[in-house]
DNA sequence: GTCTATATCCTGATAGAC
DNA sequence: GTCTATCAGGATATAGAC
């Protein structure tokens, strides 16, 4: 691809996208027409679709684009772990196949592309669209590191295990969205701080933390009555 | 709401504020058209404009009505607690002001609404009408909150405390609103279960292993990834 | 007062001109 | 191949009928 064969259809190309990336940030997947887009990049509106063909096909390259290279990263470096050594991957190891490709993306993708910021807003986006397509296109990768952590933390039953992980990768996902609810409420987060590896390394002890934290002690996995007696609003 | 009382008008509004809470469960506050609510509720379009004047005001009806009360109950919990003792309140008793009114009003409310993933949904949200809403509305409390968490932390850096908190608020807002990435993904959560008290008191442990973690050591390369020696361009 | 019918703008998509 | 002009339907909001 010499910088003749760039020609203005892959220029147009890549404006769009860059576009759909910050203004999908900002807005969400409804919350971003195509107008909004085309404007930003400064591309005629027919333009979208004669290079990616809907607003879904758009937005879907664009996820591509940056989560399929950091899936395969965390894939490869999960390999290299599990083929180190044949005793079970510890936490930290399953956190780091996890957090330092991101952020090695991140690093490479900076300043065109808030990466981090893109992925959690990804995992919490409300569009049935965005959810499909993570849920086809993902499951393979995740599910062996589900299989992973559950080696980690045999201590858990399956279900606590999901449960977790369910926690986690809430934290992860806000987290890195600046989905700023507490922000915007309390003012609780400083102005200015905003380093993708400051953030996951203070991440990191506290979903630790959390992970390897002892079972909850729930009366009966399968409670039949939920009794009031023992409800929380009576006892003080 | 008394049988005779409630006029014409008044079943109308009901009407539509619940058919708008159970739409913005599912499509969020851009993906939820008038339409769609007012179809849902079997009025007319024109009906949500007379009563309540705006879209934008209708999402925030719908919300006050849930979200009042609620903070109203933890800053009430929380005072009772503070008054008790002379002692600054522990991690485990925030924990419990925060989400036995949250559970309280969830099973009150109950079938009507599904009201820990209407509060989970709403912090995640994109849209900027329903995070100024959340941030302008429940800042004081919210605060009360974080000041009480600085006391029943106090090894933590008040920068580091923020991070927790934020932390937590995604773990909590992200499992909440059934976000689920996660389980769409890797199949990761079991089918049947949900059961909001089950869910939170599988989440305290979680929580508060993780606020109680020792804070990382920012400087300190003793707490770097395992199994490789060398990270990816180590500068700071 | 309450809701029907309508107005106006915006959305994603396409057919066809350059 | 690329973009202009335009479509049909959906978006919110309002003017006016009952």
């Not at 290079?51 to 395969?72: I, Q, T, V, Y």
């Not at 290299?80 to 044949?86: D, F, I």
Request: proline letters at 7%.
């Amino acid at each position: 691809m010499p910088p003749k064969s760039a020609t203005n259809a892959e220029r147009t190309r890549e404006r769009i996208l860059q576009a759909t990336e910050r203004l999908f940030l900002e807005h969400g997947f409804d919350g971003t027409s195509l107008r909004l887009i085309t404007a930003a990049a400064g591309v005629n509106l027919g333009a979208v679709n004669y290079h990616f063909g809907s607003k879904d096909a758009l937005f879907e390259a664009m996820l591509a684009r940056r989560l399929d290279p950091l899936h395969a990263a965390r894939l490869a470096l999960l390999d290299e772990y599990q083929a180190a050594g044949q005793a079970p991957l510890s936490c930290e190891q399953l956190l780091a196949a996890l957090f330092k490709p991101a952020l090695a993306l991140a690093r490479e993708a900076s300043p065109h592309c808030d990466f981090l910021r893109l992925l959690g807003r990804a995992y919490v986006d409300p569009s049935p669209v965005l959810r499909k397509l993570l849920a086809e296109r993902y499951a393979p990768a995740i599910a062996r590191f589900k299989d992973a952590f559950a080696e980690a933390l045999p201590q858990l039953s399956r279900q606590e295990l999901s449960w977790r992980l369910h926690f986690m990768m809430g934290a992860l996902a806000y987290t890195l969205a600046g989905a700023d609810a507490w922000r915007l409420i309390a003012a609780i987060q400083p102005e200015a701080e905003r380093d993708d590896e400051l953030l996951l390394r203070r991440l990191t002890p506290f979903l630790l933390a959390g992970l390897q934290a002892p079972a909850p002690l729930l009366d009966d996995e399968s409670r039949t009555t939920p009794h009031r007696a023992a409800s929380p609003e009576e006892s003080r």
